[in-house]
């Protein structure tokens, strides 16, 4: 139990700082805090795991830790090989939702007549047209990337909450709150991006993203434990 924390602990001091980092502009500390992040926070599941890892899992997680380098070192040069590790662990978290989905199938038929989740599916398409819409100044590559990493978004979000309202588990509650702060993470990316001088926009998109490796992987350590993929 000492490990987890001390890991947790590294993990919430590297965040902490890299959002220092940004805040003051120093480059030097930027480059010290962020590189820790990734790699306290899967130190993080491989205790809980106790060292049982699952190979897909950890391969999203080291394409997280290369796109994070990546636009790291140089968000202009590195920009499309930054996004293809980005949306590599997308495609990844897709399948391992769609497991999910076909796993509770087995359990009993879920039940779509609930007002709030057409809600959801209509304000995440609402989501995905405006945020697409925002987008003026991208070359058509990289645009093609947000849709395709938009489209997964949508789908992750259909899994997760549909899931949600038919079942009740900590598994759910993490993966729920993962897909959120993927959604969140990504609108703010795109809306700093696009008004580079507001701080405030870069900040919720950087805490949002760096938060969202902790659901991840806290998402994936119930999973492991709570479903037959365990090994």
Partial sequence: MGKVHSALILYFAAILLYLIAVLLGSDN????SKPIIIPAVYYFYYISVKGKINFLFSFSILSYFFAEILLLISATDFLYPGLVCFGIPYLIITYFLAQDFLYYLKKRKYAINNFSFYI???LLLYLLYNVLSFIN???KLEFSFYI???ILLFVMGIFAFLIQFNF?????????LMVVFFIISDLFFIFSKSTKDVIALKM???????LSYF??????IYRTKTYYFKK
């Fill in 137 to 139: 100044e991208s070359s």
């Fill in 215 to 220: 659901f991840y992987v806290s998402y994936f």
């Fill in 168 to 176: 009740n588990n900590k598994t759910i509650l993490y993966m729920v």
């Fill in 120 to 122: 959801i599916i209509i």
């Fill in 29 to 32: 500390l930027e480059l010290l």
């Fill in 204 to 210: 919720i998109s950087i805490i949002s993203q760096q």
């Fill in 148 to 150: 395709f990493n938009g």
